[in-house]
């Protein structure tokens, strides 16, 4: 039967430490892991700009769906150019929505009475927000003005608690154009709100 390691022998006593050291290791490798998860996973969403201006959306991956080549235009009887109802008007007539001669021609108003108008357009109105929806903002809502404010729901998160809109004119942006990350019960940037309500528009 084979002799036991000398243990003053340099070798045995590598032999006999290798195991725990690997083991060691191996333990705290698996902490640092778990602990690199649970950070990451649990780290708050916040509130953000993500871009602001065509070239730079554009560039960061962040679509325009086109409006500097057609913001010279009037949709839904919106003042063109740097208008959050005709960018939103011009994103859902791209989608393929189906409206009314009336909202055609306006009906709808300004951003602020959108939602009030809407149901007796055929416009679903929702609390809750889904991907390709309208986020409608009322008169006077934080960080939006007067005449209340509309954008595009791009994404939605968290259990419909974070959104990214894309939205134009507002807060005097480049190009009056920005991506935004919103999160219910937290303020956005420069103060935006929470929607007060969401628009689906009924589609060919």
């Not at 839904?76 to 959050?84: A, L, R, Y």
Request: overall charge negative; glycine content about 12%.
């Amino acid at each position: 039967m084979p002799s036991p390691p000398d243990p003053t022998s340099p070798r045995a006593g590598f032999a006999w430490k290798f195991p725990s050291t690997v083991a060691l290791v191996l333990v705290l490798s698996a902490i640092a892991w778990w602990g690199h998860v649970a950070t990451t996973s649990h780290q708050p969403v916040r509130p953000q700009l993500l871009c602001q201006g065509y070239s730079a959306c554009s560039a960061d991956g962040y679509p325009t769906h086109g409006y500097p080549r057609h913001l010279s235009s009037s949709y839904w009887g919106s003042v063109p150019g740097d208008s959050c109802t005709n960018y939103v008007a011009y994103v859902e007539r791209m989608g393929q929505v189906v409206v009314d001669g009336a909202v055609e021609r306006g009906e709808l108003g300004n951003a602020a009475t959108w939602a009030a108008r809407a149901s007796s357009h055929g416009i679903i109105v929702r609390s809750s927000p889904s991907v390709g929806s309208v986020a409608q903002w009322d008169a006077g809502s934080p960080g939006v003005g007067p005449l209340g404010h509309v954008g595009i729901v791009e994404a939605v998160s968290h259990g419909g608690t974070v959104l990214e809109v894309s939205e134009q004119d507002i807060l005097g942006r480049t190009d009056g154009f920005a991506w935004v990350r919103l999160v219910r019960g937290q303020p956005g940037p420069g103060g935006q709100s929470w929607p007060d309500a969401f628009l689906v528009f009924p589609t060919l």
